[in-house]
């Protein structure tokens, strides 16, 4: 059975294409006129020049973390471009149609329209491409409606008060060492601001694609909810396939006012390395949120199923009293990759709740290890958390770790933890079969039932995506 | 009698591990009979139904299985199971959080494409799969709980009934579908078994104990020990065993 498992979780990559445009990449290597060179091309201001500088200061002298269940070779960020722009004649693009035509080719490729005919209904679209955003649709229905949706190169230029007051409110520049760099260099990513009282009329959407070798991809995603308002986001992204290892060190900061309520949705699929482990993308995430005001909620959704190293742990500071904060994760490692992913709850309000669902996948020679940590302030009366982490096996060469860390301050909290571990039985594949259903297509369906309490928390395109990733990332897994 | 047999067991010897479990069994089932395998614990009852299954812990090592005229062997356990070859488990297996009515459709749609008959759209599907339910008294709610999840032994057992009654086999085997079972319990899952009884469909019954054969009557029992037939005989034989005890035919 282990050898027809083996075969099973084979797959191909289907965005793994190349896009042939001409670009504009920094010489590799990192200083501080790396730094202000990026500034510079942003048309940014003096304060966030200034900014930066700090953060790259503070990287200089940080470590690498070693903590994680990670084996890779030492990344060398000197080898590293760290900005990369398709070439256009001035500034970039000012609207969708001066875009390459190639660019707006490969995102259709990928399933994700920009021009106008053919956007996805219901959804805002912002692309970023290699170190810019090439476009965002429906910028002005958002408008009509307050809400302000933009690149953040745009924002730090339009919007600088309320950049100012929020960048790195909630993910400090020292905060890691990944942090610290993306505060360097960061090239682009997204920005919203939703107005008080305001519900976002439409799902909002960031599509990464890291393009050109040889260049990391640092992008930094702000999202302001103000008192009373709510959106939910959804973050897609993909990269070719290269023999050559690439980085992506994004950092994602969360801000809910009072009463406020984000939902963020991550699909995950950067290029995982070929089957012997060769290549693919080292991803370094910083991702947390700040529930600020009394009564707002964050909720954290995430598939990941790409990348060759996940390192990302989307976190929720509940500040506000009567705060949630939650988590849902599927992690699927196949192949050779490795994930060390999980989440922080930090209570700090009170009667603050939290919930954390971990569905961990290992297949082929991966691990998979979950990293959660749990903490209740002294002043966090009547806080509440329930953990479950599963993790499911499929095959005997991979393996799933569970990190669990509890720090309680208040001995009024009640805090749960369920943890599982099962595998994919040769019972359950040959109860399928002795049904009629092909192997392949049963080693899906149990995954996807090992992963629904996740999978309903995703907005309804994205679980019937989801689910199709995770057949894909599956394919060859048994067969 | 003279119809084409359905299914022909000659010689087959079957091991697990260098293990021998069937030591050459012979056995001709044809279209409409109730064949019943008796036999005391470890005779290789159980190991009969799950080679004909096509499970893979066992490695056939010597005779042959015809099925409808083709060599079984031939045949992944899917192709089996759409060709018409159910087996209802001893001990069903959970999957959890795959509802019993997503795991049922993929079966049956399986098998119907195999017919080349239509996919069932979900409404007549689900008309279909709560009908049956009601026939084996289990509620419909039963069909959006996993499969076979904090399924108690008893509906675990009437889940295999639906389950054969969904995707209407040519021959079911029915592996000691008794065990674990009240009287009850017993009784509601043969009569499921009975509904489905007719000229063309035939049965393949293993159990220990003759007292499901009170329900389910069948037209041959076979007696099983160290995997050999050692005897066969009617309806009569069950009884005789169940009175006189294993130890009389070995």
């Known amino acids: 059975m282990s050898d027809e498992i083996n075969a099973l979780i084979r797959r191909e990559y289907e965005a793994g294409f190349v896009t042939n445009i001409e670009s504009e990449t920094l010489p590799p290597g990192l200083n501080e006129e790396v730094v202000r060179v990026i500034s510079a091309k942003k048309n940014e201001p003096e304060w966030m020049l200034e900014w930066r500088l700090e953060a790259y200061r503070k990287w200089r002298e940080m470590e690498i973390p070693t903590w994680a269940h990670l084996k890779h070779p030492p990344v060398d960020f000197d080898a ?244 949630i904060g939650e988590f849902y994760s599927v992690a699927l490692t196949n192949g050779y990759q490795q994930a060390d992913t999980g989440t922080k709850m930090i209570h700090l309000g009170k009667n603050t709740k939290s919930t954390i669902v971990s569905k ?26 329930h953990t479950q982490c599963d993790s499911l096996l499929i095959g005997d060469q991979c393996g799933a770790h569970t990190f669990p860390y509890i720090e309680n301050k208040n001995p009024d909290a009640i805090l749960e933890h369920e943890a599982t571990t099962s595998k994919v039985s040769d019972d359950q594949l040959f109860l399928c079969r002795q049904r009629g259903i092909d192997e392949e297509k049963a080693v899906s369906m149990i995954v996807n039932g090992f992963c629904k309490e996740v999978f309903k928390e995703l907005p309804m395109e994205f679980a019937v995506e989801a689910g199709k990733l995770l057949e894909v990332s599956l394919e060859g897994a048994v067969g | 009698m003279s119809a084409t047999p359905l299914l022909e067991v000659k010689d087959l010897v079957a091991e697990v591990d260098g293990k021998t479990i069937l030591d050459g069994i012979s056995l001709t089932v044809k279209p409409g009979e109730v064949h019943a395998i008796m036999g005391p614990n470890g005779s290789g009852k159980s190991t009969l139904a799950n080679v004909l299954a096509g499970r893979d812990d066992y490695q056939v ?12 062997f031939e045949l992944e356990p899917e192709e089996r199971a759409r060709e018409g070859i159910f087996l209802a488990f001893q001990y069903p297996v959970e999957i959890p959080g795959v509802s019993n009515m997503q795991f049922l459709k993929a079966s049956v749609d399986a098998v119907r494409k195999h017919r080349g008959q239509d996919e069932l759209d979900a409404p007549a599907f689900m008309k279909l799969a709560r009908e049956h339910c009601k026939e084996l008294k289990l509620k419909p709610e039963f069909l959006k709980r996993g499969v076979n999840e904090g399924f108690s032994g008893g509906e675990k057992k009437r889940n295999e009934i639906l389950q054969m009654a969904l995707l209407e086999p040519s021959l079911a085997l029915l592996d000691e579908t008794d065990s674990g079972l009240d009287i009850d319990a017993l009784q509601v899952a043969a009569e499921g078994v009975n509904a489905l009884r007719n000229e063309a469909r035939s049965f393949i019954v293993v159990t220990h104990y003759q007292r499901l054969l009170n329900y389910i009557v069948p037209d041959y029992v076979h007696v099983l020990a160290g995997g050999k037939i050692v005897k066969s005989g009617g309806r009569e034989l069950a009884l005789e065993l169940e009175e006189k005890g294993y130890s009389w035919i070995q």
């Open chain 2, 61 to 72: 090592v010597g005779g042959s299985v015809t099925f409808k005229g083709n060599d079984l």
């Open chain 1, 80 to 323: 590293i471009s760290y900005y990369s722009s398709p070439k256009s004649k001035n500034d970039g693009p000012k609207s969708l149609d001066e875009v390459d035509p190639e660019i707006l080719e490969t995102f259709e490729k990928l399933g994700i329209p920009l021009h106008e005919r053919a956007k996805l209904a219901g959804v805002a679209v912002d692309a970023v491409f290699d170190s810019v955003s090439i476009g965002t649709t429906f910028k002005d229905d958002l408008a009509k409606a307050g809400v302000i949706f933009c690149s953040i190169s745009e924002a730090i230029r339009d919007y600088p008060e309320l950049i100012q007051k929020y960048l790195g409110s909630v993910v400090p520049q020292q905060d890691n060492f990944y942090a610290a760099l993306n505060s360097a260099v960061f090239s682009d990513g997204s920005f919203v601001y939703i107005p008080k009282n305001t519900r976002c009329p439409m799902e909002l959407s960031t599509y990464f694609r890291i393009n050109e070798l040889n260049t990391g991809q640092f992008e930094r995603t702000l999202i302001v909810a103000d008192e009373g308002s709510q959106v939910s986001y959804l973050e897609g992204c993909t990269a070719p396939m290269r023999d050559e290892n690439q980085l992506h060190a994004a950092v994602v900061e969360l801000v809910a006012l009072g009463n406020a309520d984000i939902k963020y949705s991550t699909v995950q699929n950067w290029y995982p390395g070929d089957e012997n482990g060769k290549g693919g993308i080292y991803n370094f995430v910083t991702k947390r949120g700040v529930c600020d005001g009394a009564n707002s909620k964050i909720s954290w959704t995430q598939v990941e199923t790409g990348s060759a190293i996940t390192w990302k742990y989307p976190s929720v500071i509940l500040r506000g009293d009567n705060s």
């Open chain 1, 360 to 385: 961990g996948i290992s297949a082929g020679r991966s691990q998979n290890a979950y990293r959660g940590l749990v903490r209740i302030s002294p002043r966090a009366d009547g806080a509440r958390n």
